[in-house]
């Protein structure tokens, strides 16, 4: 089933210049580039991302950490793209994270490991919605639908 997620690259890739190298890992395996920005974001726009989190010892310094400096949001669309953007980033703790995985190949530390997904169709829906606006969101047209799907038609 064709799904929408979010991800970030956080501050952390964005200062180590990762972020083209990780964007290529999601663009190499499949997935669609629907929307993508560079932004610095305000405490109100984090602590919104990460609300399931608040009043967790980590929050403060997550909130800290994801306004630190810019990072890039983008929207990707593929086949169960949710659950296939968490394996490819793979474990939150970098030491538990697998090597082909994003974390498990770039990443040392739980508190800067590069990149968020969302983690489910109902957080992918939430996280789109406060990352993009309708008109940021597009869409593929046929042809090239059919160019990337379908070489022998
Ligand atoms: N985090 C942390 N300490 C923890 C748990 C999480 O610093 O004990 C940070 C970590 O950067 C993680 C983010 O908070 O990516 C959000 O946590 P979550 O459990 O949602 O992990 P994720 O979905 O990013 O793998
Ligand atoms: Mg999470």
Same mark, same amino acid.
């Given at each position: 089933?064709?799904?929408?997620?979010l991800?970030?690259?956080?501050p952390d890739g964005?200062? /180590?210049q990762?972020?083209?190298?990780i964007?290529?890992? !999601?663009?190499e /395996?499949?997935?669609?580039?629907v929307g993508?920005k560079?932004? +610095?974001?305000?405490r109100?726009? =984090?602590?919104r +991302?990460y609300a399931?989190h608040?009043?967790k010892?980590?929050?403060?310094?997550l909130?800290?950490?994801?306004?630190s $400096?810019?990072?890039?949001?983008?929207a990707?669309? $593929?086949?169960?793209?949710?659950?296939?953007?968490?394996?490819m980033n $793979?474990a939150?703790?970098?030491a538990e994270?697998?090597?082909?995985?994003? /974390?498990?190949?770039? =990443?040392?530390?739980?508190g800067q490991?590069l990149? +968020?997904a969302?983690?489910?169709?109902?957080? =992918?829906a939430t996280e789109?919605?406060?990352w993009?606006a309708p $008109?940021e969101l597009?869409? !593929?047209g046929?042809?090239?639908?059919?160019?990337?799907?379908?070489?022998?038609a």
């Amino acid at each position: 089933m064709t799904e929408r997620t979010l991800v970030l690259v956080k501050p952390d890739g964005v200062q /180590r210049q990762l972020a083209g190298r990780i964007m290529a890992r !999601y663009e190499e /395996r499949g997935l669609k580039i629907v929307g993508l920005k560079l932004v +610095h974001i305000d405490r109100e726009l =984090a602590e919104r +991302h990460y609300a399931v989190h608040k009043g967790k010892p980590f929050f403060e310094g997550l909130v800290a950490f994801i306004t630190s $400096g810019p990072l890039v949001a983008i929207a990707l669309e $593929g086949p169960d793209a949710i659950s296939l953007v968490r394996t490819m980033n $793979g474990a939150t703790k970098p030491a538990e994270a697998a090597p082909g995985t994003i /974390r498990g190949d770039l =990443a040392v530390e739980m508190g800067q490991n590069l990149v +968020h997904a969302s983690d489910s169709r109902e957080s =992918a829906a939430t996280e789109l919605a406060i990352w993009f606006a309708p $008109g940021e969101l597009l869409a !593929y047209g046929r042809e090239i639908d059919r160019w990337v799907l379908s070489p022998q038609a």
